[in-house]
Structures are given as structure tokens and as C-alpha cells.
């Protein structure tokens, strides 16, 4: 199955029906109490667009999407009008919206009633006006450090490195010791070292992860005692490096638009053909496709 990154026309969207919908079970007991079951821990979006196609022009761009989609083989991407808005007191990188030391970081938006708090992924955002605030400060999008790009076909947000240093040795044991050339970012005990390139038959346990720092030793170089057990393990020199990414202390926000994904739920589009240019139409549904 592919998906089309390509919205389906705003001008049918804007008169859909629908919404988010869960899956749950409910058994009476005796008493009249209640059993419940949440079949589902996200729900999945639902819209019907049969009064929607309003106009021969509308019929033309939803022939369209129908036949480019294959019916329900392909998504597509669907602008929900009563929710369609990424802002910063409620939109994270990361369901934590804080960083852990990683270059990358999923969006979510975060949904609150009363002490309750849902957080829903978003896979589909909008290019054109999203931005992001890392610890409350406006960041850019580029290839400079610090700055970042965006995925919006999957809605991951990756950071380019503050800081990063060529390694000079490492040592496996109860706790890791790597040596750098240089401190990247001035990280302390406390903060994560991100670390990459290294080899060996177990170099996957510290290869692409945040590691926290017990200690930072020496003036160049700098000796990192980290708090991963690496102990028995084998892992070479190979080109590895340490670098610097957002660390907890820092927030990471977001604003913008996002999309659905969805999908045609039926592959069977049936019109009732009234005379010359005027239609009317079988129920025309659309369900969002969870990715």
C-alpha cells in the first residue's frame, strides 16, 4: 500500500461530517453497574463527504482522487477543519517535550480535561508556517548547528548537533569511558553524550543513543566516564564520536497545521446519475489510516 502526500481537495473537506472515533465495549453487570473495555488506546478518525461534492468542479477533483487512490489501496493525506492546528502549549517533540540528548523527536499534540491528558502522534504535518521552540527560544530550520529540519511525511522533527568531537579512545566496563578531542557544548555530569561511529561486535549497545554522564575529566582532551555498563562487551574505535542534542533541561515545542491520513473505506464509488451534471451519491467515507 503507498500513500499520495497530497491533501484531498479543501473545498470538499470543508463540508465533511465526522471525527475521532474509539473502540470500546461495555457490559452491563448486575445492578446496573458497567464493565468497560477501551479496545483501542488512540481513536481513529472517520469522515463522510457524500453531501460534500457540491458542484461539477467538485466531482471532477473527487473522480480524481478516487481513481489516483485505487479505491482503498492508497491514502492520501485530509484536512479536518475542526482540528487542524499545532500550537506551542499543547504541541511537543517527543511525548515528553523535553529533550533526551537524541537529534530526533516524533510530534504530538496533547488533548487535557480536567487532570486527564491524551497525547495524540502526528505523522502529517504542514510545511508552511510550522516552527518549533527549543527551551522557549525560536530555532531554524537549516543544516547549521543547532538548527533543524522537518519530515512531514512522518512527522519526525530531527535536530543537527550543537557541538560534536572526534573520539580518541573508549574503554567498555561498569561504566564507559570515551575520550574526545573537545567537549562538545561544555555537557556536565548530569547531561547526555549522544555517541556514533564506533565498532566492534557490540557496538550497537552504545552506537545511536544518549548515554548520561557521570563525570567530565581533563582540558582537552576530555575523558567522559558514562553511566552505560558496557562491561564484557567489545567495541573499537572505529570513526567514533560524541556530539551534543537537545538535553531534559530544554523544552521542545511546536506550532503549525498537520493533516489526516486517511483512506477510501469502500473501493466501490456509486453515483446515482440524475440528469447532465447533476448526481447524487452513495455514502462516500473516508478513515484515517493509523501509521
Known sequence: MAFIETRFPDSISV????????????????????????????????????????????????????????????????????DYKLAYASSTLGSGGVGDGTPSYQIYKSYTFGGNTAARKISKPVAAGFAVKRGGVLQTAGVAPGNYSLSTTTGVVTFVADASSNASAITP???????????????????????SGFTGADAAFINSLAHTINNVTGTGPYTFTLATNTSGKTITLGTGAGA????????????????????????????????HERYTWDQIILVEKRL
Open 173 to 195: 566496563g561498569a561504566t564507559t569511558q570515551v575520550v574526545l578531542a573537545a567537549n562538545p557544548g561544555t555537557l556536565i555530569a548530569g547531561q547526555k553524550l549522544y555517541l
Open 15 to 82: 463540508g465533511a461530517v465526522g471525527g475521532p472515533v474509539f473502540s470500546t465495549m461495555i457490559v452491563q453487570v448486575g445492578g446496573g453497574g458497567e464493565q468497560t473495555d477501551r479496545k483501542w488506546t488512540y481513536p481513529l478518525h472517520q469522515y463522510d463527504v457524500t453531501l460534500a461534492v457540491k458542484n461539477e468542479a467538485d466531482k471532477e477533483i473527487f473522480l480524481g482522487a478516487f481513481w489516483a487512490a485505487a479505491g482503498r489501496a492508497n491514502g492520501f493525506r485530509f484536512k479536518d477543519w475542526m
Open 244 to 275: 551534543k542534542y537537545p538535553q531534559a533541561s530544554e523544552a521542545l515545542t511546536c506550532e503549525g497545521e498537520f493533516d489526516v491520513p486517511v483512506r477510501f473505506a469502500s473501493d466501490n464509488l456509486i453515483a446515482n446519475i440524475v440528469s
